[in-house]
């Protein structure tokens, strides 16, 4: 006891003792309760709950399934249960027992106990039978017939009705398709007991057709579609014909359905059919890019000069001409026809006009789509290569002479303002003004055609039974042999600056299309039995002749659009 009163007496003759003691004494006192409110004490605080799961009459519901906080127990006989381990807080607790509704719901759990008693109600259920009522005097078309109620399919019996079985009752989404009668969607109320529902099939017309790209074969989504199923015209929701795929339900039946199907850049489609009941199919519905395409047509008699939509469409005849006629070549705006030897007809596209130029010369002309002239070859005379502007009608004393000299020209190509020419001693280039004229090669070459950038040019050399193909740099006049072996080759010219196109008979013999990069000599078959390819000038789109008929091929797709066809 002095002891103890020795120590008091020293802590209250110690200043700093007094002063600090008061502190740590607060400290004792509030750390506890900080402790509590800020949640340190989660996990470490013992928290369990108990409870009873009783049904709608206060009968306890054994085996129940209670889940909270990732923890599971059951009921025992009496409907108690009991879970501890938890931690206090906001948490869903799950409760379910087979027979009964279950339940979830969120409860704050406090520190150490909790209760938490639940009634469950009784699961109800009714049963459903739905009676198909077809029209009287049809049969029941089966095909494609889709029943379901919340997602799940139910099929029907010999009496044409469909049985559900037991349903927890409440609300179902009804869904009925078919091609051959009106869709049905609809909500119903099944109720405790077996009940009847009369579903009366209405007959109607489904129309189902892919939209694609007549040239390519691409799926197209169009800008509108309207159709005329009651007398007008109306624009159908976009849904029906997403990523091309055209599909329309429900429609009228009989005569007069209508279809329009608009895209910018490409002609209006339109159809008219009649529609049965059940899926009516359009197939593939081509729409066709607009535009213009010259063909020629030889009715045994003369040759005539076609224009008409790319597909053969609308088609004019524009001129007829005893002799043999060939297209020269041919753009998105004009095309160049050549009959005979030297006879050109010019033809603008936007307005179906021709413009037809005949020369006195009979040995070779040239035209060029982005000149304002043509080259005539007359080797009857020492001034055999002329220039004419295409503004007036040639004439020798108008005309500009690039070359004068013994040597036949065997072939003259014009682009732009440079000409390229050959003779049995040469290649030359020359400016259409006459100047700046050059010799770039050696040797007998056949001009066929110039680059768009105007800077190489392709020639054939004869060898043995066929052709070898070259290409000339028009600036540093080197030459680079592009085929292997000699073959028979046609329709040589460029797709663009950096790739030619041409026919070739060396596969089995048959002449085949061909296309080849300018710094490569390994060709690329592109397609067999072809007789004469002509590049549509500014695109990637051939021309193609096989025997009498006329077709347009996308170099980047492997479909063949007939022209006419």
Request: net charge negative.
């Amino acid at each position: 006891m002095a002891t103890l009163l020795n120590l008091i007496k020293k802590v209250l003759n110690n200043k700093k003792l007094i002063v600090i003691l008061p502190v740590v004494v607060i400290l004792f006192v509030l750390f506890p309760i900080v402790f509590i409110v800020l949640g340190f004490d989660r996990g470490i605080v013992p928290v369990y709950i108990e409870g009873r799961v009783l049904d709608s009459s206060d009968n306890p519901i054994q085996a129940a399934t209670v889940k909270l906080q990732g923890k599971s127990t059951s009921t025992d006989s009496e409907g108690k249960f009991f879970i501890d381990g938890l931690v206090y807080g906001l948490y869903e607790i799950d409760i379910s027992a087979n027979g009964f509704a279950g339940i979830k719901e969120e409860i704050r759990l406090q520190r150490f106990a909790n209760r938490f008693d639940v009634i469950l109600n009784r699961q109800e259920f009714g049963e459903l039978a739905i009676k198909l009522s077809p029209p009287a005097d049809q049969p029941f078309y089966s095909s494609e017939f889709s029943f379901k109620l919340n997602d799940v399919d139910f099929s029907y019996n010999s009496d044409f009705v469909i049985e559900t079985g037991r349903l927890l009752t409440g609300k179902y989404k009804l869904v009925m398709t078919s091609p051959y009668y009106k869709n049905e969607t609809r909500e119903i109320d099944v109720v405790p007991g077996r009940f009847e529902l009369d579903l009366v099939l209405a007959p109607t017309a489904d129309v189902i057709g892919e939209i694609t790209n007549w040239l390519t074969g691409e799926s197209i989504v169009p800008k509108v579609v309207e159709i005329n199923n009651n007398g007008v015209f109306e624009a159908i929701d976009s849904k029906l014909f997403e990523q091309g795929q055209l599909k329309l339900v429900d429609l009228d039946i009989g005569e007069g359905f209508k279809i329009k199907i608009r895209k910018d850049g490409f002609e209006e489609f339109t159809k008219e059919i009649t529609l049965v009941q059940g899926q009516n199919s359009l197939g593939e519905i081509s729409l066709v890019e607009t535009g213009k395409i010259v063909t020629l047509k030889d009715d045994g008699i003369s040759r005539n000069i076609i224009i008409s939509n790319l597909d053969g469409k609308r088609a004019v005849n524009l001129a007829e001409s005893l002799l043999d006629c060939s297209i020269q070549s041919q753009s998105k705006a004009r095309a160049v026809v050549l009959c005979g030897s030297s006879t050109i007809s010019l033809v603008n596209l936007s307005d179906a006009t021709i413009q037809t130029i005949r020369p006195v010369s009979l040995d070779g002309v040239s035209y060029d789509l982005n000149s304002s002239g043509v080259l005539f070859i007359d080797n009857s005379q020492t001034d055999k290569l002329h220039y004419f502007s295409r503004d007036k009608e040639p004439k020798l004393e108008d005309s500009t002479v690039l070359y004068s000299g013994d040597s036949p020209v065997l072939s003259a190509i014009l682009r732009s303002d440079i000409v390229v020419f050959s003779t049995s001693d040469g290649v030359y280039k020359v400016a259409t003004d006459g100047s700046d004229a050059v010799k770039i090669s050696e040797g007998a070459f056949r001009i066929t055609d110039i680059s768009p950038g105007s800077n190489l040019a392709l020639m054939l050399n004869d060898a043995g039974s066929g052709t070898n193909i070259w290409l000339i740099d028009l600036e540093t006049k080197i030459k680079t042999k592009m085929t292997f072996l000699p073959s028979v080759h046609g329709s040589l010219q460029f797709l663009n600056d950096n790739e030619i196109l041409y026919t070739s008979n060396k596969t089995a013999g048959i002449a085949s299309l061909f296309i080849q990069s300018v710094s490569s000599n390994l060709p690329r078959l592109v397609r067999e039995n072809v007789d004469e390819a002509l590049v549509i000038k500014g695109t990637r789109v051939i021309q193609l002749k096989q025997g009498d008929k006329y077709f347009l091929l996308h170099i980047d797709f492997n479909k063949l659009a007939q022209i006419g066809g």
